[in-house]
């Protein structure tokens, strides 16, 4: 077993979507070989209904697949081929656009007004990006959990972990998507397939992925009002972790416990031609799915 170190980390950065969506986004938008099979994340956190009630009203996808994994509130969704749906506390949607689907997502507040929730990219490979649009929809209490000696917690959204395998079947790239609770003074080791890039974020409480060996993080010398400081480096909330190869990660808590999610998939190594929601592979491709919105023919009939 060889352990994944940190090749990079990051913060998310605040931006707006939709009709108005406050958000941060993890990434996207940019270098589309750093996180290959992903695209793009999004963490949709917010209290306060003004910043996210709006939505993200109809709009096109081709030639990906969003993941929609909801922790908070509801999210109601629809399409241009009828389908309807809610997505509640715990719920996750595995969207594959494929050919081509215009669709609406509008974001609910629970009784308090929280909304939380995250959006995932992944790209499709050339072969089957104009396969047929295809919903799944899981329901939270279908989402395995396991709950470990120490106190770890991991919910199994898709991929094997730990001997149980995720609801979400059938996507090209094999990737693992998982949600981590690791309790306060812990150390734990996860494992990756070691063929897939690899990422980690941060949505509460902090943690040390750099070195197993060292108890509590690494050690940083820092400056601060003229004097040095020696802190521990710890990723906290909204952190991006991305790890090089290897099969295994560490991660390791202080005082207070970390909860993150851990995603993983097979690179496609296929060039990328991207436009917002639409991804293809030449830019001959992207300028006639463009062409298509344009004139109607965007959706294609179902067979």
């Known amino acids: 077993m060889t352990f994944r170190p940190v090749k990079s980390t990051s913060t998310a950065q605040p931006t707006m979507e939709g009709a108005g969506v406050h958000l941060h986004r993890v990434f996207g938008f940019g270098d589309p070989d750093e996180s290959d099979p992903f695209l793009l994340l999004d963490d949709f956190r917010n209290d306060d209904p003004a910043l996210y009630s709006k939505g993200f009203p109809w709009h096109p996808h081709r030639g990906i697949e969003t993941i929609t994994y909801v922790l908070e509130g509801k999210v109601e969704h629809g399409d241009s081929l009828g ?9 996750v949607q595995w969207m594959t656009a494929g050919s081509g689907i215009l669709h609406q997502e509008m974001p609910k507040g629970d009784v308090s ?10 790209n499709l490979p ?3 990006k104009m396969t047929e649009p295809r919903y799944q929809d899981i329901q939270g209490s279908d989402v395995p959990e396991i709950i470990d000696d120490d106190g770890t917690r ?9 001997g149980k395998t995720g609801p979400v079947d059938g996507i ?20 990756v397939d070691a063929y897939s890039n690899a990422f980690a974020y941060v949505f509460a409480g ?10 509590i993080g690494v050690r940083v010398e820092k400056e601060f009002r003229g004097e040095e400081l020696n802190i521990r480096d710890m990723s906290g909330n909204r952190t991006l972790v991305r790890f090089d190869t290897g099969d295994e990660i560490s ?19 296929e060039p990328v031609a991207w436009h917002g929601p639409i991804v293809m592979n030449t830019q001959a491709e992207l300028m006639q799915a463009i062409k298509e919105l344009n004139n109607g023919t965007f959706i294609k009939s179902r067979h």
Request: proline share 8%.
């Open 126 to 128: 050339g072969a089957v």
């Open 172 to 191: 090209a790239a094999e990737p693992m998507f998982v949600d981590v609770s690791v309790p306060p003074n812990t150390r734990k080791v996860l494992p």
């Open 113 to 122: 007004g929280r909304m939380h929730g995250f959006q995932l990219w992944a």
């Open 83 to 91: 389908n309807r749906g809610l997505l509640r506390r715990g719920s």
């Open 206 to 215: 902090s943690g040390s992925f750099r070195d197993a060996s060292q108890p």
């Open 251 to 269: 991660v390791t808590t202080a005082n207070e416990g970390i909860r993150f999610l851990l995603i993983s998939g097979r690179p496609l190594q």
């Open 154 to 162: 991991v919910k199994i959204i898709i991929g094997k972990f730990w």
